[in-house]
Structure formats: C-alpha cells, structure tokens
C-alpha cells in the first residue's frame, strides 16, 4: 500500500472533526445525568446495535514522573475483576453476547468502549458487565503482578526498536518536565514499583461521574439513552474529583540528538509544541499543515521527499491538539546514508512554507478536500461515536461540525502564514534521528 | 488500512473474518461484454460509496527474479496515464473530497477510492483509464522503486516479527509462490527492470481479470451504466493459463530460526490445511475456522486464557487461519513468552492446547460462543462500507461467489463439536508442522553502536 503512516492516520482522527454542510448535519443531543456526566449522542436507527464510550479526565498527563504508567495500568485493569467478576467471568460474559469491550487510553483520556446488538438479552448482558466494570472495578493483585511483569516485558521489547527510542527521545526533550513528555506505558522502573493502592487512588481521583464524558450513538430512543447513561455513570467515585494538566512551557531554542541503532533506516522526527484544542489559531494551522504535510500525497513534504526523491515510503507532518499545548510533529524513515539529505529537505519545505505560505490554488484544494471529504467524516456509526466523544470530552459546541466546516471555508492565505511565523519557529524544533548516518557520524568524530 | 495484506498479521478472528456482513441478498451483479464482472451493494445510511477495482493478480502468480512485482506495479499505478500526469490521480481524488488508496495480497491487487456519492462518476473515470491506458516510464519507475525499497526496510528488514514470517513462509512451502514475501526479495527489488513491471500489466491488468465492487449510497442499475460508459471500451485479453502449482507433501517437520534485534523470543508455527473450495459441499474449513475462534477468536478464547492468564507464561499468543484463499491453507499458531520463559516453552504450550482439543474436544458453550461473535460481527460489520466491499472483493478474488455468504454463514452455524475434534486430530501432526523461532539479538549486539562522541548536542 502506499499510504500515510499510522501517526498521520492518528493525527487525522483526533485533529479534525471536519465540517458539515447544510445537507449534513449531524443531530447531536447532550444532557448532564444526575451523577454530574456529560452525556453526547446521535440516535441512529439504521442498525440493531450501539456504541458507547465512557472516558474520564484520566489520561497519561495525569501520571507522575516516578509513577508514569499509573494511567494506563489503571485503566488497563478495570477489566480485570470486578464486582463479583472474575477477569474470566467479564470476558466470557461479554463474548457469549458477541459483544466488543474495548479500553481506551490517550493523552488527556481515559475510558472504555462497547459495541453491543441491542437486541434482549444481548444489550442488558453487554451493560451490566460493563456498568460492574466501570464501577466496581477490583484491581485483584494477583492480575497485577502478572500485568506487571508483561508490561515490562513489552516495554523493554519496544525499546529496542527505532519508532520507541525516537519517541522517548523526542518527547521529553519538547516537553521537559510536564507530563507530554512522559511514556505513557511507563518505564520498567515505574511499571515495577506500582502498587494495588496506587490504581485504587488514581481510579477514586480520577473517575468521577463529573469527570466523566459518555459518548452513544445506536438504535436507542432518547428516553433508553437517558437511563443507560444513568446506570453507567450512577456508582462512579462521588466529588469533583481532583488533577488538571498544567499550562506547557515551550523550549527556547532547538535541539538534536542523534542515537546510534543497527536498523537499516534512520528514523527521523521533528518536533515543538504548540497547539490547544481551543487555540485562536487551530484553525489556519490546520488547514495549512493539509498543504504542509498532512494531506497524504497532494501534501509538500510527501511530494518532496517520495514523489520527486524517492526517500521514503511515509514523510508527514501533523498537529495533535490537546487540552494544554500539543505537539507539531514531523517524521520520516529512510535508509540510513539518505537521512542527511531527507532531514535536509523536510527542514527546507517547512522553512520554505512558514515563509511563504501556501498559494492560493493549494488552499482551494486543502478546502476542496476537507469540505468535500467531510460526508466521509461521519459516515458510519463508529467515525460519529469518535467525534460526539471528542466534542463532549473537550467542551465543543453541539454546532462543532457545522462550525468547522465554516471556519475551514473561511480561512484565507494570510491566515496561514501569519499563524505559523507566529507559532512554528523551525529555528526551536527538537530534532532527533535513530540511526543517524554512521559515515557521516564517523566523519564529524 | 493494510497494503500488503499479510494474512497471518490479521487477527484471528477466523471465523468472524469469513462471515461478518452476510446478510441480505441486496448484492446485485452484472457483466460487462469485456468479461469485467460488476458487483454493487447498496448502503443508504450515509451519502458516501465506496469504489474498488479488484484484479486477480498477487504475489501467487509471480515467478522467481521478479517477486514483489505485483506490489511494485500497485505504487506504479500512481504514476500517470495518457491523460493523467504523474501523481495527479490521487490530487484529483483528494479535491473530490475523497480518499484512495490499494493494497496487494497473495491472491489480489485491489484498489479503492471514498468519496462523496456524487463523485463516483469521476472515481469509475479514473479507475478505468488506468485499467487501459497506464504510461509507466522509466523515470517515475527508478524513484518510486527506491520508494518500495524503503517500505520493505520500514516493514520487514527493521522488524524482527516479520523476518520470522517472512522465513516462515520460506520453510513451510516449496512449490507453491505463497512461499515469497507479497513485498519481494530485497534482491529482486534492487535488479527490478521498468520492463518487469509494464510486462505485468499488460499481462494481467485487463476487464477480464477484474472485479468492480461498488458500496454505498448508489442504484445500481445506475452504478451498471457507468460501469459500461467507462469500463466498456477497455479491451479484454487473453490471460495466461494459471497453474495449480501445489505443495508436494511435507515428510516430517521443518525449523528455522531467526536473528534479530529483539528482547523477547517468540515462535510461529504453521501446518497445512483445507481452505473452501466448494462452499455447499466442504465441511473441514468451516471446522477449522471454529477452531480458530474457539482458540483465539475471542476474549474468552483458550489461548489467551490459558497461557496468559491462566498460566502467565506468554505475553500474547494467537491463532490464524483463512479458509478463503486461492492457495495453500495455513492453520498458524504463535506466541511470545514472558520474560524468564523460551519459546520452546510457548511452542509447547501451544501444541498442548491443540492436543487437549484432539483429545477432549470442545464444550458446547464454547461453540456457541463462536457463533455468536459470528452472528454480532455480521451485523457490526454493516457500518462500514469498506469492510462490505473487502467482504465481496477477497471472496471474489478467492474464486468463492459473494453470493455464497449467506450459505457460509449457515454452514458455519452448523459445525458441531465432534467435527471441531476431528480437525484438530487430522492435521496438527508433528511431520507436517513448520516451526520459526526468533532468536533475540541485544542492539549492541547486532553492530556496534555509533559513538556517543559522533552525537551533536544542541543548547
């Protein structure tokens, strides 16, 4: 295939939400329960199924330095006991009904998802196992050293390899001491010293039915919405709950490290941070970054490094936006004694871009695909259940859709290039690259 | 999205692979003169379509010097027309609005386009011209094959989990071309000619060889007029004969182990299998995709349960088998243990759970949890039109009607736990297994590291 990374994949997912025109739009419905959640949801009637998802201010940013990984584990463990459940119990119970129990974890989230038929007794099965999970969770020790031991054993695997040293080299030089910067998987370290008393303390702090966001779209009248939200939000930890990112400090000037590795290509990443979910600016940079290098091969950086060079097989660049300052990133890979020259042109066509802008005929196009693309953005009932849960965790209006397609539209040339000369000082971009050049490397010693 | 489609890397959601999506009998086709089979379901819930072009050319009808040929020639499909500049066939998909991208298998080089409905005009344009009239020069062949080379380095060379697939692969089978990587031999990348590559298309890319699946928010009889508007004029040909080229029988078992950067061993086994050939009539394939859920088709599934939870021995394990194919049938296994543990431990561990179901069989609870997660995932499934395309379209290229979904379905619903024993007990032998074992290399093992002097400080 010829396609985008995973990490463009992924930027796409959660930076846009894309605009809907007059002809599409999404009816969005969001109450509170009586717990304190936000509920978001779209009653679609086409499939005898539902999808829902919970997620709670309790993402990787809310672990500490010597605790990281405390995020994950706690929300990695929910299924694993709980109520009167054993791990088995909850998996076969969710598995007789042909049900899917996901977990969900990111930066700023954390939570569990469900597909379910909504037929009887499929849907009341699917719920109660996953009311039990979200509220009785057990954190048994037993499951705990073992997860333990697997998840260092998984950390260590993918220290080894050119994508994870990268990362955990970047990010905590962009970051420095706020929580962005940490591994969200942990350190074996950090993973070893967890203790049962932790998760329990992360889980009363930090899944609270007022931190909490219920996402659902499916075969439901409003009136079903209403008491499934009810009932999975009811025996939450009570109270406001505590913890809130801190503001991010950008670093002051750029950096780069080069680390030695035997793979074959260079992995190479760049990156500053920069942008909030409610910035001023998020729209001109994203627009923009589509002409940059975020839209697939119609993009600069994919046209300059492997239509005319041939230099890798995926070279991007993309913004995540999150609650505090998320990252610009930018990345290729490419056979070690091209990464020189690979760096060398990505730095150029950013360098290029921020001073000049895109033209006008490239902005007609980014807006041709995001508006046009947008039917594609809500198209099936798992896409929309990712944008009601972005819209409600983040605090976005019920118009978001309608609103972006509008902001898109009316962004203009000048936008762009005023917003990155302000924000995207490519002379303060963290640069790294795993595997470096090792002639040239050599030829510098 | 999956370019080269590595069967073994799906999940082995076996059975809920095969069948999610069955449903109705909405699915209506049609044949062009020029022997292009059209094949459209209608999807009202969302204005999209989904537009795929499915040629029966993969990596199993390659030969040797010029494997990864048919990958090679999906990139190049990129590259430019008549009338269509390089590159511009994805710029005027993406200011549609819409989304392209293909992907090459063993059995199939498919290539797909979202778009809004309205758009579907432009996207059967495109795809038919590129069928005809595809102008592949030298010069966008010598940058776009250093391109595959980098995607070869990024997904096999620098991934200890796909050389062991890949040496796999090269161990269980002799005869049959599944036995090459889908990406081809690095070697056979460098020494690739321009000429390989226009050979191939001109061999295989024609109506005749191809299926149109359309999805989505469409009439078909309107779907059928394009189809005929654009793909008509394409002229069939005549296609090589294809050979059977199968496997000549395994007399005892076969090893290969692998070095790579890595911290944990892990181990692929494969044994060879039936696969469908005749939808009404097999029984086997149906049996040992049952098996395949019943080990690892769900969270409750033995292997996971078992040597993970249960045993704490693995760190993951799984199974895989795809009873749809146009070659051999592989039933694989695989684990990776925990640390402290070899994977001669999890090799074990994994031939126990399949004996313990030769010996013992398996419960009906069992059963019906298979099936369910079957019935759920048809109806699940319904929600993208991707996935009903990629449904119709590996069926097709399988050489399986569409039209036998509904007929899979029912017989997978009757499988009975003797037949699910029986399988287990005929073909899991150890004279026809095929082990691979990745051998864990420390980083500063594998070459000695670039100095730290060599390393530039900023600040």
């Known amino acids: ?51 829902l998802s919970v997620d709670f201010a309790a993402g990787a940013a809310y672990d500490t330095r010597d605790k990281a990984g405390l995020a994950a584990f706690t929300q990695g463990m929910l299924r694993a006991g709980a109520g009167k459940l054993s791990e088995d119990d909850i998996s076969r119970r969710m598995a007789d009904v042909g049900a899917q129990f996901g977990g969900r974890l990111d930066t700023d989230r954390a939570g569990l998802t469900l597909r379910t038929l909504t037929s009887q007794p499929e849907l009341e099965q699917a719920l109660t196992v996953f ?68 998760l329990v303390a992360f889980y009363q702090r930090h899944y609270t039915a007022r931190r909490a966001t219920v996402a659902m779209i499916g075969d439901l009248t409003r009136a079903q919405a209403e008491a499934i939200a009810e009932r999975v939000t009811a025996g939450l930890p009570a109270g406001a709950g505590t913890g809130s990112i801190p503001v991010v400090t950008p670093p002051l000037t750029g950096a780069t490290r080069e680390i030695a590795h035997p793979a074959s290509q260079s992995h190479v990443g760049l990156g500053m941070p920069v942008l909030k979910r409610d910035d001023p600016d998020y729209f001109p940079l994203f627009v923009g970054n589509y ?11 994919s046209d300059e ?139 510098a010693r | ?112 386009a979202q778009l809004h409905k309205s758009q579907l005009e432009l996207a059967l344009r495109l795809e038919a011209d590129r069928m005809a009239n595809l102008q592949l020069t030298d010069e966008e062949f010598t940058k776009e094959i250093k391109v595959v080379m980098e995607e070869r380095r990024l997904r096999t060379d620098d991934r200890a989990n796909a050389l062991l697939f890949e040496q796999l692969m090269s161990a269980a089978l002799t005869a049959n071309p599944y036995r090459t990587p889908v990406i081809g031999w690095m070697d056979d990348l460098v020494n690739m000619k321009p000429q390989d590559a226009r050979d191939w298309y001109n061999t295989w890319y024609a109506p005749n060889n191809a299926v149109l699946v359309v999805v989505g928010d469409v009439v078909p009889k309107e779907v059928f007029a394009l189809a005929q508007k654009y793909f008509g004029p394409v002229a069939m040909k005549t296609l090589p004969v294809r050979k059977p080229q199968l496997e000549p029988v395994q007399t005892a078992q076969r090893r290969v182990i692998v070095k790579a950067p890595a911290e944990l061993p892990s181990v692929l086994m494969v044994w060879p299998v039936p696969v469908i050939r005749d939808p009404a009539t097999d029984r086997e394939p149906y049996a040992l995709e049952v098996l395949g859920g019943i080990l690892d088709g769900n969270g409750a599934a033995r292997l996971p349960s078992k040597l993970v939870r249960e045993d704490k021995i693995a760190t993951s394990v799984g199974a895989s088998y795809d009873s749809t194919v146009r070659g051999p049938g592989l039933f694989y296994l695989s684990g990776t ?63 399986i009607s569409h039209k036998t979904v509904d007929l899979q379905l029912e017989r997978l619903r009757s499988v009975t736990a003797p037949e699910v024993q029986a399988v287990a007990r005929k073909y899991f032998n150890d004279d026809r297994l095929t082990v691979a074992t990745l051998d864990p290399q420390p980083l500063s093992a594998v070459k000695p590291a670039a100095p730290s002097a060599g390393v530039r400080h900023a600040q």
């Open chain 1, 1 to 51: 295939m010829r396609s985008k990374s995973l990490m463009t994949v992924f930027a796409c997912v959660s930076a846009l939400l894309a605009a809907v025109p007059a002809w599409a739009q999404l009816p969005i419905q969001s109450w509170q329960t009586k717990s304190g959640a936000k509920v978001v949801f779209v009653e679609a009637r086409g499939l005898p199924m539902l999808d």
């Open chain 1, 131 to 198: 009311t039990t999970v979200l509220q009785q969770p057990a954190f048994p020790a037993d499951v705990l050293a073992r997860d333990q031991t697997r998840t260092i054993g998984a950390i260590r695997e993918a220290l080894t390899k050119p994508e994870t040293i990268l990362s955990r080299t970047l990010y905590p030089l962009m970051y420095g001491t706020h929580p962005y910067g940490f591994p969200s998987s942990g350190d074996p370290e950090t993973v070893a010293a967890l203790t049962r008393n932790d």
């Open chain 1, 291 to 301: 002409v940059l290098g975020g839209g697939g091969f119609a993009s600069r950086i």
């Open chain 1, 305 to 443: 490094v492997r239509q005319k060079r041939g230099l890798a097989y995926s070279a991007f660049s993309y913004f995540a936006p999150l609650q505090q300052a998320g990252p610009f990133m930018l990345g290729l890979q490419t056979r070690k004694d091209q990464a020189a020259e690979a760096l060398a042109v990505v730095r150029a066509t950013l360098e290029g871009f921020v001073k000049s802008g895109p033209t006008e005929d490239e902005l007609v196009r980014a807006k041709q695909n995001i508006i046009g693309g947008f039917p594609l953005r809500i198209d099936s009932n798992r896409k929309i259940l990712d944008n009601l849960a972005v819209i409600g965790f983040y605090n976005l209006p019920l118009t978001y859709l309608e609103d972006f397609v509008a902001a898109v539209d009316k962004t203009t040339t000048a936008q762009i290039r005023d917003a990155f000369t302000r924000r995207v000082d490519p002379a303060r971009l963290i640069t790294v690259v795993v595997g470096g050049d090792e002639a040239r490397t050599a030829a």
């Open chain 2, 1 to 112: 999205m999956i370019s080269l489609i590595h069967r073994y890397a799906r999940a082995a959601v076996a059975a809920c692979v095969l069948l999610a999506g069955a449903a109705s009998a909405n699915p209506v086709e049609s044949t062009l003169a020029n022997g292009l089979r059209v094949i459209v379901r209608e999807d009202h819930r969302a204005p999209t379509v989904v537009a795929m072009v499915w040629y029966r050319a993969g990596s199993i009808d390659e030969v040797n010097g010029t494997t990864g040929v048919a990958h090679v020639l999906e990139h190049m499909m990129f590259k430019g027309t008549k009338t269509v500049p390089p590159g511009e066939y994805s710029r005027i998909i993406a200011a549609a609005g819409g989304r392209d991208n293909a992907m090459t298998s063993r059995d199939f080089t498919a290539y797909h």
């Open chain 2, 337 to 399: 243990p925990v640390a402290g543990r070899s994977a001669s431990d999890i090799e074990l561990a994994l031939k126990r759970e399949l004996q313990r179901v030769a010996e013992e069989g398996v419960s009906e609870e069992e059963l019906k949890r298979v099936k369910a997660q079957v019935m759920a995932a048809q109806v699940f499934q319904r929600d993208s039109m991707f996935f009903q395309g990629m449904q119709i379209g590996t069926l097709e290229m399988a050489g």
